[in-house]
């Protein structure tokens, strides 16, 4: 190992002793065999931070973590704010972005829909787990103006309240209570007309419950659905790219241990700042697959990761294991569907993709080599791409739509 290697491996002990000591003395056991599987984890991340290591000083990486959070354009899209009210009173916040007709856009029209305009459906973007609605900044970006759009941020993530069902009753977040959160923003932002539905990762999970709980909803509204790097169950069996032991131990200690944190919500918080330097790296590794990731986009997956407070991360995390939406995918059945994902995503591996895809024959899967768990963040132009071939399939828009031109990638996708 190299001298910059043992500085990371010394900083992911840093971490795992941080883990011991916010868990508290009654945990210290259980939290000490979780500090050694997420020890295991910085790992992997470490080499990647050792190499910055050789070239670039600690002072330096702080000096351009901030320029490029003062200057970087990622996430800096606004629409028409809008609150809807879940069921248990969370506030949910959400932003429009109306058609314009503003003929600047015509040259952006041409590039994805061709020359006619699109038919009038809205298309609702919900976010995956610790991100936000701006996660789709590129996504966004392409559309805007062009087509309605529908961006919110899930229940304690982004701008959205405190899910008051989980800090005022400590009830567990379920998949089935975002699914219902999204309906309440369908109804607030999108009381009628037809609607497209992309969902990325937890977003997509959303969708599925949406569709368990409303079939009606799917059937006489919905008519388009983008799954984007998501999951219908079984998460429980991703081995996050770690060795038996490792991840078994993941597995196992975790969620007791992730409890123990949120309950010492604001010393972790400071202890994720001391080791900013190895979650980055960690990071890195479970959002991108691509070397040549544009660091401005790495840094703004940080900030938007860094958002979220440990304790809704310890909140989230067990919903998912008890994650099964497969049934649901039948409501999905005889529309126009993308199921998009990286090949080298780690969190929610392509094959969960090429399941969801089997359930539903007639869908479009589409496998992005070279890409890691932020698709939509690494290859931008792809999604849009196959979003605007998805509109194009819903009648929305003429036949033979392309785009290009709101990212770069190293690789193309390949239909599956």
């Known amino acids: 190992m190299s001298e910059s290697s043992a500085e ?31 020890g295991v984890v910085a790992a992997g991340a470490a080499a990647g931070v050792a190499i910055e290591r050789l070239t670039v000083g600690r002072g330096m990486r702080r000096k351009a973590r901030l320029a490029l959070d003062s200057a970087g354009p990622y996430g800096a899209l606004r629409g028409m704010p809008g609150k809807a009210a879940a069921d248990d009173g969370t506030e949910l916040y959400y932003e429009v972005d109306e058609v314009e007709t503003d003929s600047d856009l015509a040259p952006r029209r041409r590039r994805l829909f061709g020359r006619k305009a699109p038919a009038p459906v809205t298309v609702v973007f919900s976010h995956g787990y610790c991100l936000s609605q701006d996660s789709w900044h590129f996504q966004r970006a392409a559309l805007r103006g062009v087509v309605r759009t529908v961006h919110w941020d899930q229940r304690s993530h982004g701008r959205s309240g405190r899910g008051v069902a989980q800090a005022e009753d400590d009830m567990p977040v379920t998949i089935d209570q975002l699914g219902r959160d999204l309906k309440a923003v369908i109804d607030a932002a999108v009381p009628e007309g037809p609607i497209v539905l992309v969902g990325h990762s937890m977003g997509g999970m ?61 010393l972790v918080e400071r202890g994720r700042r001391a080791t900013a330097d190895l979650f980055a790296g960690i990071i890195k590794r479970y959002s991108f697959a691509s070397r040549d990731i544009d660091p401005a986009v790495a840094r703004f997956a940080e900030r938007l990761i860094e958002g979220t407070p440990i304790d809704v991360v310890a909140e989230f995390y067990p919903a998912f294991t008890d994650h099964d939406k497969t049934e649901a995918l039948a409501r999905f059945a005889g529309l126009p569907v993308l199921v998009l994902a990286g090949v080298k995503d780690l969190v929610t591996p392509s094959e969960h993709s090429e399941a969801i895809a089997d359930l539903l024959p007639d869908a479009e899967l589409v496998l992005v080599p070279d890409a890691g768990h932020l698709v939509m963040m690494e290859h931008p132009e792809v999604v849009i791409d196959r979003l605007a071939d998805l509109l194009t399939r819903v009648g929305a828009v003429p036949a033979g739509a392309t785009v290009g031109g709101y990212g770069s990638t190293s690789s193309t996708a390949r239909r599956g």
């Open 8 to 38: 990371a491996a010394v900083e992911a002990a840093a971490a795992a002793s941080s883990v011991v000591a916010a868990a508290g003395p009654a945990n210290w056991r259980r939290a000490g065999v979780a500090g050694t599987a997420i």
């Open 206 to 266: 959303t969708m599925m419950a949406l569709a368990d709980q409303y079939p009606d909803l799917i059937r006489e509204r919905v008519v388009g659905v983008a799954l984007i790097g998501t999951s219908s169950g079984r998460l429980g069996e991703v081995n996050f790219g770690l060795p038996v032991a490792g991840v078994n131990a993941v597995r196992r200690i975790l969620p007791g241990v992730l409890k123990a944190l949120g309950q010492r919500a604001e």
